[in-house]
């Protein structure tokens, strides 16, 4: 009843309950209705039965391992690999069962509703952890030590949850899912680095996207370039984007933005007679006051007492 309720809509179709994603799935009812730990083996989907995108209200961390063939699909391309895969979806998001559920795919899902993480201090970390907001094409490559460290925790979780329910349960369960999302954290930071050729490739194309923004004169037609923009030019995630220049340069994409602001402006106020006003505008800023309160912030001084140094 419930499959062809699914079958019958179109996408993106909406799951809001752990325990009526376990019955699309094929899969047994969920020993607690906010948390469940399952293996893609146990996942028993006919392929004509498989949607193509979903949302739900809960969390979902997912290995991926073993594909078929050797392969396993992530955006738009396939990757050759022997480790696990990892990706991770926020409540809401659109899930695609192509990038998903694959025949011989092994590794394991986790599910968790935000209702169980109510009273710690993890329901508002969460949200602090970009990875959340990456695309399927930003997954987390594991070396052989590290998925047997997430394997470890997910055993400990899954023990939990299938044994007798006791006053430590839920602090326990919570504890370890901390340690897992710490963990990724780590493991993504360890990622940033060792793909050093492909991010450093990525922040020349950062710096490209911003020097075409500036000389056609988009600041003052369109205003300061946003996070987003400068993510899609990069066809990247906004938040993936963020953390990896965190890392390798130590500040956030908009703080790379406002430096490359901040520098043009220095530009502008030592080379030409320009007003003060006049730069803001041509800067993209609607108000002057939003450019001297940046400036200042940024270097300490006043744009025009900058300018008064130089003359």
Known sequence: MYKSEFQQM??????????????FLGLKSPSNP??????????????????STITTD?????????????????????????????????????????????????????????????????AAIVRDYGYFSYSTSEALFLSEKEEKSIMDIIEN??????????????DLLVSNIDLLLKYCNRFYNRQFLTRKKANNDLLSKLENV?????????????????????????????????????????QTTQ????????????????TTSLSVSEIAYHLGFEHPQSFHRLFKNRTSVSPLEFRQSFN
């Open 58 to 122: 809960f969390y979902v961390v997912a290995l991926k391992k073993e594909c078929a063939g050797g392969k396993c699909k992530y955006g738009q391309q396939y990757y050759d690999f022997d480790e696990g895969i990892m990706y991770f979806i926020a409540p809401h998001q659109v899930l695609q069962f192509e990038d998903v559920l694959l025949n011989g795919v092994k590794g394991f899902v986790a599910v968790i509703h935000p209702d169980f993480l109510q009273g710690y201090n993890l």
């Open 255 to 270: 703080q790379h933005i406002q430096n490359r602001i901040i520098e043009k402006s220095k530009e502008l106020l030592s």
């Open 210 to 250: 911003l020097d075409g923004y500036f000389k056609n004169d988009k600041l003052e037609k369109d205003g300061i370039p946003t996070v987003q923009y400068v993510a899609n030019e990069l066809h990247l995630s906004p938040n993936y984007l963020s953390d990896m220049l965190r890392v390798h340069t130590g």
């Open 10 to 23: 179109k996408t993106p179709s909406k799951v809001s309950s752990i325990s009526a994603l376990h019955q």
């Open 157 to 170: 979780i899954s023990s939990e949850i299938d044994g007798n329910m006791d006053s430590f349960t839920q």
């Open 34 to 51: 906010l948390i469940s730990v399952f293996n893609f083996d146990d996942v028993k989907l006919e392929p004509e039965t498989i949607l």
